[in-house]
């Protein structure tokens, strides 16, 4: 049974850092490009990141490049996102989604391609 779960979500303030990881278990990482995406309240959710499945192709939307960096340990099934610099209007809920495919081209900014999910951890950025 493939599981995957999200920690490293908390409250910090404008300018502050936090680094959130994903493990995963169940399945051979390597195999999988990994995504985290975000949802603020009311909003749609948002593909943020995507690494590949070997860590040699990474991907960023702009509104995080820069701040945000992905990386990925697959001998330890894990993922992380550091993240610096935030700001308020990165506060939402981030989740990390696997993909049935090793490189992100073409789908990692679509939820629905996403083939297993995490339950997300909360971050709220305060000005």
């Known amino acids: 049974q493939v599981q995957v779960v999200e920690s490293g979500g908390g409250s910090v303030e404008a300018g502050g850092s936090l680094r959130l990881s994903c493990t995963a278990s169940?399945?051979?990482?390597?195999?999988?490009?990994v995504g985290w995406f975000r949802q603020a309240p009311g909003k749609e959710r948002e593909g943020i990141s995507c690494?590949?499945?070997?860590?040699?192709?990474?991907n960023y939307v702009d509104s995080v490049k820069g701040r945000f960096t992905t990386s990925r340990d697959n001998g330890k099934n894990t993922m992380y996102l550091q993240m610096n610099s935030l700001k308020p209007e990165d506060t939402a809920r981030y989740y990390c989604?696997?993909?049935?495919?090793?490189?992100?081209?073409?789908?990692?900014?679509?939820?629905?391609?996403?083939?297993?999910w995490g339950q997300g951890t909360r971050v709220t950025v305060s000005s």
């Open positions: 690494i590949s499945g070997n860590g040699d192709s990474i």
């Open positions: 989604v696997l993909y049935r495919v090793v490189y992100c081209s073409g789908i990692w900014r679509q939820s629905a391609y996403g083939a297993y």
């Open positions: 169940g399945l051979r990482l390597i195999d999988y490009a």
